[in-house]
């Protein structure tokens, strides 16, 4: 509890007779002048680090909600481009297999024109 500066004056007054100059000095010191100088007790410091636990776990809740909700979107959108490439990647497939059977029936063609001529240059000598 703190003490006006009336009270310590006269309380100071009454320590300097009894205990001398020093030690009233010294004991007057163990009383604070100001709110600001008061010791913290033991239930004001658990009721205070109690608040800050709680106000803590609740931030890292909501730090724990918006990540997740952050790492749900980011998945969504991944999930949604790689289905994309995925699609882009099968008519790739599709295209290619296209383009082969068209270069072979041509080279299936290429070769038996080429056949048919050798035949016949074959037969002529």
Not at 27 to 37: G, K, Q, R, V, W
Not at 42 to 59: C, G, I, M, V
Not at 114 to 124: E, K, N, V
């Amino acid at each position: 509890m703190a003490l006006d500066a009336r009270r310590r004056s006269s309380l100071y007054g009454k320590f300097v007779p009894l205990l001398g100059e020093d030690d009233a000095n010294a004991l007057m010191t163990e009383f604070p002048a100001n709110e600001a100088d008061e010791l913290v007790t033991k239930e004001f410091h658990r009721a205070e680090t109690a608040l800050l636990r709680s106000d803590f776990q609740s931030s890292i809740g909501e730090l724990r909600s918006e990540t997740q909700g952050s790492l749900a979107e980011l998945r969504a959108e991944f999930e949604q481009r790689f289905a994309s490439v995925d699609a882009q990647l099968a008519d790739l497939r599709v295209e290619m297999a296209e383009r082969f059977r068209q270069q072979t029936v041509l080279l299936g063609g290429a070769f038996a024109t080429m056949t048919a001529i050798l035949g016949s240059l074959i037969s002529f000598t």
